[in-house]
């Protein structure tokens, strides 16, 4: 379905009346991913690791660096700052915040008619029972269509915000957090609501997201991502029975466990440090100043990405 190429995107800082650039924001560095029909790649890591910047390359909403993308077997590229209107029927989003991503002066079956306006080709006849079936498939009222955003609760909101996505019958939808801003109870609506529209439609999914959790259940591969880069990724029963990479390893065993008793036995693997900085990337393994593991090579040679295992990347020398 999608297979992205050592992908960067470099966002550059100016200084100065005639905005001379002094350096560069290193939000993406060589990222490498494959994604299959019908899969749900998990994509996991610290805020400001690159995470929505990734998705947002991929999408082509922002022009990369340097890299390549191919999707369903075709290169796609950003050019003259104007993403092709065909691009938009395939690949859609669902963002974090789904009251922040909608008109407020907008009813919610025009948010949701939109796409469908845009690629054209639909009569209202045919719009307005196309909607009807939306409603159906994300489990919303008709009647909520004449309502505003503000009158929706979280979960209703991004039930509007997947209608939305799924209005065009894309093929592959970026997750932004999607369950991120909801509570326990919504979430595992809207998460059960994912999987059976991609049971039902074959539709393939970046879910990116912080709570280890949920990928855990959603995913099918997971990815960890540390300062632009892809530290490590397997099919998820094999990541999180057998983390390889000292990173995965520390977020893996923040993960609560519901039983006090094993949670006091269970060792907690502590990171100290800040994420270092995205502008002056120090030489070596992106996360040599913070692992308690780091030898002088990690500090002089960037590991590559490499299959330690079947099936199983990661970029550490200690593997």
């Given at each position: 379905m999608l297979e992205v190429r050592?992908?960067?995107?470099?966002?550059?800082?100016?200084?100065g009346f005639f905005r001379r650039q002094v350096g560069n924001v290193k939000a993406v560095d060589g990222v490498s991913l494959v994604v299959k029909r019908g899969e749900t790649f998990g994509l996991v890591g610290e805020s400001g690791c690159g995470k929505t910047t990734l998705g947002r390359c991929i999408l082509q909403v922002i022009p990369v660096t340097s890299g390549t993308t191919f999707f369903e077997g075709e290169k796609i590229s950003f050019s003259n700052n104007i993403r092709p209107k065909s691009l938009s029927a395939k690949m859609q989003a669902i963002f974090q915040d789904p009251y922040s991503s909608m008109n407020p002066r907008q009813k919610v079956k025009d948010i949701i008619a939109e796409p469908i306006i845009i690629q054209g080709h639909r009569s209202k006849r045919e719009i307005d029972d196309r909607l009807h079936a939306l409603y159906d498939l994300v489990g919303l009222k008709k009647e909520m269509g004449e309502r505003?955003?503000?009158?929706?609760?979280?979960?209703?909101?991004?039930r509007?915000?997947?209608?939305?996505?799924m209005a065009v019958q894309p093929s592959f939808i970026v997750c932004d957090e999607p369950v991120s801003s909801l509570d326990v109870s919504i979430r595992a609506q809207i998460i059960n609501l994912l999987e059976s529209l991609q049971e039902n439609h074959s539709v393939s999914y970046l879910f990116i997201s912080h709570d280890l959790s949920v990928v855990h259940h959603i995913s099918d591969t997971v990815a960890v991502m540390y300062l632009g880069k892809i530290v490590e990724i397997s099919p998820k029963r094999e990541l999180y029975r057998n983390p390889l990479h000292p990173y995965?390893?520390?977020?893996?065993?923040?993960?609560?466990?519901?039983?006090?008793?094993?949670?006091?036995?269970?060792?907690r693997i502590l990171i100290e440090g800040e994420v270092p900085s995205a502008v002056t990337v120090l030489p070596g393994c992106r996360f040599h100043p913070r692992c308690q593991y780091a030898q002088k090579p990690c500090t002089e040679?960037?590991?590559?990405?490499?299959?330690?295992?079947?099936?199983?990347?990661?970029?550490c020398l200690l593997v």
């Open positions: 050592e992908l960067r995107k470099y966002f550059p800082i100016t200084k505003y955003p503000h009158m929706l609760s979280g979960g209703e909101q991004q509007v915000c997947i209608a939305r996505a995965t390893k520390a977020l893996l065993s923040a993960i609560p466990i519901p039983d006090p008793a094993l949670e006091k036995k269970r060792e040679e960037e590991p590559p990405l490499r299959e330690a295992e079947s099936r199983h990347w990661v970029a």
